[in-house]
């Protein structure tokens, strides 16, 4: 059973740019959440979803950033004219639904990251 | 206020030796969740443990124990027979309201172990 999956692991991005970071969580699990990281920081959460809703974007910067999971693909977190504040390692996970066999519902389990960076 | 406080910005031990790394919470809320996680150099995020707010026993995976003291609402981790592998940042994470659904997770700012030969 592969793990949580991102890509693009490293992506580097002008000011001004777009930045697309994708997120396929964990077979059977329905529930995605995004943290950012900065340097030297704990995670913080950004938005929680699952699939085609967007639960809580309490963490969510009001402006630039967007979030969707779709019925269909990998969920994705979108940066708008990234700026160098922007810079950070992006982790998603997943979590299965109530009553997955063979899961622990508490239990989040993350992906390898993305590191953003912003020139 | 806090939420997840980790005290230790660093800390080192000697290989084969137990250490202790320290996590304090804050929460109003009786039902609740708490997690450890390791970060090696390569950047992922490593579950350790999971205790529940109503866990009788101290939860425990291999060599790593988790010493919850609720009436103190301390959490802390315990690495037993340290292995120079276990050098890495570890983070404290409380997931609060019941299971069963939403667990947004509040991390602390973590403490670097570092495991001496």
């Known amino acids: 059973n592969a793990g949580v999956m991102q890509n693009p692991r490293h992506l580097v991005r002008r000011r001004g740019q777009e930045a697309r970071l994708r997120c396929s969580p964990m077979?059977?699990?329905?529930?995605v959440y995004w943290y950012r990281q900065l340097p030297e920081e704990g995670l913080k959460f950004m938005v929680y979803?699952?699939?085609?809703?967007?639960?809580?974007e309490s963490g969510m910067p009001k402006e630039r950033f967007s979030a969707e999971f779709p019925k269909e693909g990998p969920s994705i977190l979108r940066i708008q004219q990234v700026v160098r504040g922007d810079s950070a390692a992006y982790f998603c996970?997943?979590?299965?639904?109530?009553?997955?066999?063979?899961?622990?519902?508490?239990?989040?389990?993350f992906g390898p990251g993305t590191r953003l960076l912003v020139l | 206020a806090q939420k997840i406080t980790q005290t230790q910005p660093g800390m080192f031990v000697q290989e084969k030796e137990a250490v202790t790394l320290d996590c304090t919470y804050d929460?109003?809320?009786?039902?609740?969740?708490l997690f450890w996680y390791k970060q090696p150099s390569s950047g992922e995020m490593i579950f350790l443990i999971y205790?529940?707010?109503?866990?009788?026993q101290n939860a425990t995976e291999g060599r790593y124990s988790l010493n919850f003291q609720k009436a103190r609402k301390s959490a802390n981790l315990v690495i037993s027979a340290s292995q120079l592998g276990d050098s890495a940042m570890y983070f404290c994470?409380?997931?609060?309201?019941?299971?069963?659904?939403?667990?947004?997770?509040?991390f602390g700012a973590g403490t670097r172990l570092a495991v001496h030969p």
């Open positions: 994470a409380m997931r609060e309201g019941p299971s069963g659904g939403y667990n947004k997770l509040i």
């Open positions: 205790q529940g707010s109503y866990d009788q």
């Open positions: 979803l699952q699939k085609e809703n967007i639960i809580d």
């Open positions: 077979k059977g699990h329905s529930h």
């Open positions: 929460t109003s809320d009786p039902s609740y969740g």
């Open positions: 996970a997943s979590s299965p639904p109530a009553g997955l066999a063979g899961s622990n519902q508490e239990t989040q389990y």
